[in-house]
């Protein structure tokens, strides 16, 4: 079981840091959580708003949605989580490694200029269809259903998101760096979620010596027994005196 802690977590100049971060670092600026998110899309099953099939039998109400999560984004600054998280980066440089499960972009307005974004990018679109070979774009436009999107290939242009039943991006550079790490740190994720539920598990896979893995959150993730240390905390308190370098 992780021990509470609320000591400076020690760096080595030999260690590597692998940085989970999810939706509760992003709450914390006024982001809703999915799962919770309220008002207009309450009403909305998970499955009508985030799966290939749900854009395929209503791409207009799909694009309502992250239109007005677009518009939501736009709102809201990062926090001293995110900022601290940049100051580590930029501190110990690649031998921090910051992958997050959020889709919006507070961790590069933060300052940090190398995050890994495992379920893709809010303000990014793409075609639906991968053999069209156009690359992903930087999109901030608010759709209206009367104006969707389309490729110039002819398909349809969807929001380039990591939708449920589909593969997280950039899976073998997670793998790696996973492999790599000595202290792994997840922030504000539930647990639940996989594969980055199994993350710290992984980490700790084929090492010679037991790795740190530490948690940062009010509270309990469903995979604690993961972790060595629990650091009990909104991100904004604990991380920016976490790392002591």
């Known amino acids: 079981m992780a021990a509470q802690s609320n000591a400076p977590l020690l760096v080595a100049p030999s260690d590597n840091i692998f940085v989970l971060t999810g939706a509760g670092i992003s709450a914390e600026s006024g982001i809703p959580t999915f799962r919770g998110v309220n008002g207009l899309w309450e009403k909305y099953r998970i499955e009508e708003l985030a799966t290939p099939e749900a854009f395929d039998r209503d791409p207009a109400l799909v694009w309502r949605f992250y239109s007005w999560r677009r518009r939501v984004a736009k709102w809201c600054q990062p926090n001293a989580g995110h900022i601290a998280l940049a100051e580590a ?54 759709y209206e259903p009367d104006a969707l999107p389309s490729c110039e290939c002819g398909s349809r242009v969807r929001p380039n998101i990591c939708w449920f039943g589909e593969v997280p991006h950039h899976m073998d550079t997670v793998m790696q760096a996973l492999r790599r790490c000595s202290v792994f740190v997840s922030v504000g994720t539930s647990g639940v979620v996989e594969p980055a539920a199994s993350f710290a598990a992984f980490a700790q896979q084929g090492k010679s010596r037991k790795i740190r893995t530490v948690y940062v959150g009010p509270e309990e993730p469903a995979n604690l027994h993961l972790f060595t240390d629990f650091y009990s905390g909104k991100a904004t308190e604990v991380l920016p005196k976490l790392f002591a370098f």
């Open 89 to 142: 980066e930029n501190q110990l440089g690649e031998r921090v490694f910051i992958c997050t499960q959020n889709v919006d972009s507070l961790h590069e307005q933060a300052g940090a200029t190398r995050v890994l974004h495992m379920h893709g990018k809010l303000f990014e679109s793409r075609c639906e269809r991968r053999a069209c070979g156009t690359q992903p774009f930087a999109d901030q436009k608010e």
